[in-house]
């Protein structure tokens, strides 16, 4: 307990709790500035994605996709990717119809493209896996 008090605790506990939301948003927003949309668009192309464009399904589905050969390729999915798309969803639900709701959208588009470049980086190591050039 801080200072013997149970309410000083929950709000030290709370405070904590925000500050890392805030680090993790932070941080997972910097990440993904620089994403690549057009990589997107070529999944799409190329029949990974379906050609209509679902924000949250999207996501999922190279999330899922990028685990399956993970592992084959020694590529590690970053933690903060799925707290980061939660984090995202939860806002988009609490602010649904508001013009934060259209910001929330545009992030998890880029985030969507920045989990599409790492599918990308699995499936090229994948095939150097595949087909070595001696």
């Known amino acids: 307990m801080v200072g013997g008090s149970l309410f000083l605790s929950i709000l030290v506990l709370l405070m904590s709790f925000s500050v890392l939301a805030y680090a993790i948003l932070a941080f997972a927003h910097v990440r993904i500035t620089d994403a690549d949309m057009s990589e997107l668009e070529r999944l799409r192309q190329e029949g990974v994605l379906p050609t209509d464009a679902r924000l949250v399904e999207d996501f999922r589905l190279v999330h899922e996709k990028l685990s399956e050969i993970a592992p084959a390729v020694y590529l590690r999915q970053e933690f903060w990717l799925q707290i980061y798309f939660h984090l995202l969803r939860l806002g988009r639900w609490a602010r649904r119809?508001?013009?934060v709701a259209d910001v929330l959208d545009r992030e998890l588009l880029r985030l969507s493209a920045y989990?599409?470049?790492?599918?990308?980086v699995a499936l090229t190591r994948l095939d150097a896996l595949r087909n070595p050039s001696l």
Do not use: C, L, P
């Open 97 to 99: 119809g508001t013009s």
């Open 115 to 120: 989990q599409a470049q790492h599918y990308r």
